[in-house]
């Protein structure tokens, strides 16, 4: 069964750093492109990062571009999500999900793990 | 940024009737080359991850009844689920994956009339 575990989230103050994972299991880990989709309370879904297989590539949305990381491990079937200077408005639920294929189609999702930003 | 907007935000359907919930992309997602619409639809039920239902904005997913119809006609979208069950209360979201970054419409909160 294709699964994805998120962890690291937490409160943490504006200005702070966070460190998400996502442990993957039940496929080749390897061989997808991974992304990073975040959910703030009540709000609806907004595209944060993705990474190629093998972590050549990497894009963000405008918002988090210069704060936050994308990278993984392959040999942990591990993605992450460094970041940085956060901000209030990055508060939600961060889920990480497996692309298909070269496009940005997310199946399936992680549960996902909150971060509040607040002080 | 491809702007998706998605009406309505809520609706309510008697059990076994019909709802439709629609999704118009700011400009096209119409790949010329496959003459696909990189266009999905998700459903996230209450305290769970969003599921993939449709994706080249009418193939079915693997699984999913046949009560859920994806449709397009230029840059909009549907999703009709023919006979509302029970099981069908959630958000839905629709998403364009043509161009970086994805983006997804604002979501249509589907419950029991």
């Known amino acids: 069964e294709v699964q994805l575990v998120e962890s690291g989230g937490g409160l943490v103050q504006p200005g702070g750093s966070l460190r998400l994972s996502c442990e993957a299991s039940g496929f080749t880990f390897s061989t997808y492109w991974m992304s990073w989709v975040r959910q703030a309370p009540g709000k609806g879904l907004e595209w944060v990062a993705n990474i190629k297989e093998d972590g050549s590539e990497k894009y963000y949305v405008d918002s988090v571009k210069g704060r936050f990381t994308i990278s993984r491990d392959n040999a942990k079937n591990s993605l992450y999500l460094q970041m940085n200077s956060l901000r209030a408005e990055d508060t939600a639920v961060y889920h990480c999900a497996r692309d298909r294929g070269v496009v940005a189609l997310f199946d399936p999702w992680g549960q996902g793990t909150l971060v509040t930003v607040s002080s | ?113």
């Open chain 2, 1 to 113: 940024d491809i702007v998706m907007t998605q009406s309505p935000d809520s609706l309510a359907v008697s059990l076994g009737e019909r709802a439709t919930i629609n999704c118009k992309s700011s400009q096209s997602v119409l790949y010329s080359s496959n003459n696909k619409n990189y266009l999905a639809w998700y459903q996230q039920k209450p305290g769970q991850p969003p599921k993939l239902l449709i994706y080249w904005a009418s193939t079915r997913e693997s699984g999913v009844p046949d009560r859920f119809t994806g449709s397009e006609s230029g840059t909009e979208f549907a999703l009709t689920i023919s006979s509302l069950q029970a099981e069908d209360v959630a958000v839905y979201y629709c998403q364009q994956y043509y161009r970086t970054p994805p983006t997804f419409g604002g979501g249509t909160k589907v419950e029991i009339k």
